[in-house]
């Protein structure tokens, strides 16, 4: 079984930065694959993006070049979203997603979800 928790989100400015983190827990397999999705209500949930343990990295073209994914293996999993210069339509429910695969389709686990809001 798999916890994640996430913590970060808020209000932020247009043009402002805000950073995302994720902790994930395991007690037998290993996660492979952490990253991020949003949500706004009416629409379905969009990758935003996602990183392996060994480092690879996917991001959705419309966050590419202004966020970046990173991750913390050593002892702990635990993933970070940078986001800068964010935009009013990177407003959404923001969660973490996890699996023991090597991609997010999504994957099998998932945070609570947490609000980040760009605004004026």
């Known amino acids: 079984q798999v916890q994640l928790v996430e913590s970060g989100g808020g209000l932020v400015r247009p043009g402002g930065s805000m950073t995302l983190s994720c902790a994930g827990s395991?007690?037998?397999?290993?996660?492979?694959?952490m990253g991020w999705y949003r949500q706004v209500p009416g629409k379905q949930r969009e990758l935003v993006a996602y990183?392996?343990?060994?480092?690879?990295?996917?991001y959705s073209e419309s966050v590419k070049g202004r966020f970046d994914i990173s991750r913390d293996n050593a002892g702990k999993n635990t993933v970070y979203l940078q986001m800068n210069n964010l935009k009013p339509e990177d407003t959404a429910v923001y969660y973490c997603?996890?699996?023991?695969?090597?991609?997010?389709?999504?994957?099998?686990?998932w945070g609570q979800g947490s609000q980040v809001t760009v605004s004026s």
């Open positions: 997603n996890a699996d023991h695969s090597y991609t997010l389709a999504p994957g099998e686990y």
């Open positions: 395991t007690s037998r397999f290993a996660i492979n694959a």
């Open positions: 990183i392996t343990s060994g480092g690879t990295t996917k």
